[in-house]
């Protein structure tokens, strides 16, 4: 969304943004997106919250939920293709010796 | 094999990998019951001195935070919570063995027993606070002659009324509902001061929610706190809901960075 929002409204941004546009910056504020789990935690939260309230029901909440555990299992595979940290799966206390 | 793929284990049904759900002081081996995530694993405890790590077996997969996976988490951390004072592990840390959770007892030692003294017979309450637009507005048009005054102006002359004047009800109608929101939640946080040991705000959720806090209960406080609570929900209830959860873990206080990486 970040990204669209700013090609968007690029040519009202321009003299900030414009200056700093290249490739590189791109190329970070893709891979920011792409790997950034917090809105879709946001998201999450929001959904619980509306259960809560009775705005939704569960079947919608299931509806709802399964499709942003997907999103956060896209973010899991890009952060895992860009050799970042995940949330979950295996951990070991850092520099300790292999475990068999 | 992606970490995300589930492990066959034919011989063990849960498989070698250990479930964390919290970290706890006690110097003999306990079991909790058949309640842990994944299929109501066996959940029990891997002891190092007087430090023990509640755990299950577990395949070696990543847990998704679904509502039933999250209420499993939450569930065995409540049942714990009966008895023991607890630092809960974020959800979905899983470690490959047993030797593994032993070695993060081990290097972590001195930091949970100092974070064991610290939250020593303590609970956290959650309390959220939402509100009703359009009650809130009239209460506010009640309470500001200015806003009073200008709308008034504005329904009697609606076909005249100029645009800058809506503007202007509208900017001080924000301004209003801000100054409104920071008081309800001060007051709050005023009242609930005496009643708890410490508080931290979260972010909002949602365009209803003006507080989502987290408060630091000592457990011989919990009643006061309880009646505390009540009454100021009393105090609010034609304008504000009042989401009010707990005793949970104290999730929100405990603050230990873990050395972890992935184990491969």
Known sequence: ?100 | MTAAESVSAASEPFGEGKYVYCIIRNDRSREFGEIGIGGASRVYTVNHNDLAAVVSDTPIVIYDPTRENVLAHEFVNETVMREFTLIPMSFGTVFRSEKDVLALLKSTYQAFTDVLDKMQDKIEFGLKILWDRDKVVAAIERENDEIRRLKDEITRNAASSTYFARMQLGRLVEAAMEEASNRYVTDVHEQLKEVSAASRSNKVIGDRMILNAAFLVDRKDEKQFDEKVKAISLQYEDLLTFKYTGPWPPYNFVNIKLKLEKAT
Do not use: C, H
């Open chain 1, 1 to 100: 969304m970040g990204l669209l929002t700013n090609i968007l409204l690029a040519p009202f941004l321009g003299p900030v943004w414009g200056a700093r546009w290249s490739l590189d910056k791109i190329d970070r504020v893709v891979k920011e997106e792409l790997t950034d789990d917090t809105p879709v935690k946001e998201d999450l939260m929001a959904l619980q919250m509306k259960l809560e309230m009775g705005e939704i029901d569960d079947a919608e909440y299931v509806r709802e939920e399964a499709a942003i555990m997907q999103r956060l299992r896209e973010v899991r595979d890009w952060r895992e293709k860009l050799g970042m940290s995940i949330g979950g799966g295996p951990v070991r206390v850092a520099g300790s010796e292999e475990s068999e």
